[in-house]
């Protein structure tokens, strides 16, 4: 069974930065994409990002010139640099990972960390 780890998060400043990470195990297999999605309060979750396992990123738009996604395939860890946070980044992050099992594309999540960006 897939367990994602995640770790980074909690509070920061407005124009501040954070950084998420979320290492996949359990699998053997690499991972064929990984990503970042959240949810703030009262809003239907959404994409923040993701990293093919050949390093390819896709950003939501207001994720684009602020976040870097990157992957590390070997490790089943995808990285989340977050930079000039705004108060609408804040949210709970969840990690995200799908894998291709015979043929199937098989998702799984984390359990989320929150990101609070306030003064």
């Known amino acids: 069974q897939v367990q994602l780890v995640e770790s980074g998060g909690g509070l920061v400043q407005p124009g501040g930065s954070l950084s998420l990470s979320c290492a996949a195990s359990g699998s053997f297999l690499t991972f064929a994409v990984m990503g970042w999605y959240r949810q703030a309060a009262g809003k239907e979750r959404e994409l923040v990002a993701t990293?093919?396992?050949?390093?390819?990123?896709n950003y939501a738009d207001s994720a684009k010139g602020r976040f870097t996604i990157s992957g590390d395939n070997v490790k089943n860890t995808v990285y989340l640099q977050m930079n000039t946070l705004k108060p609408e980044d804040t949210a709970v992050y969840y990690c995200n990972a799908q894998f291709l099992v015979g043929g199937r594309v098989v998702t799984y999540w984390g359990q989320g960390t929150q990101v609070t960006v306030s003064s």
């Open positions: 990293c093919t396992s050949r390093g390819t990123g």
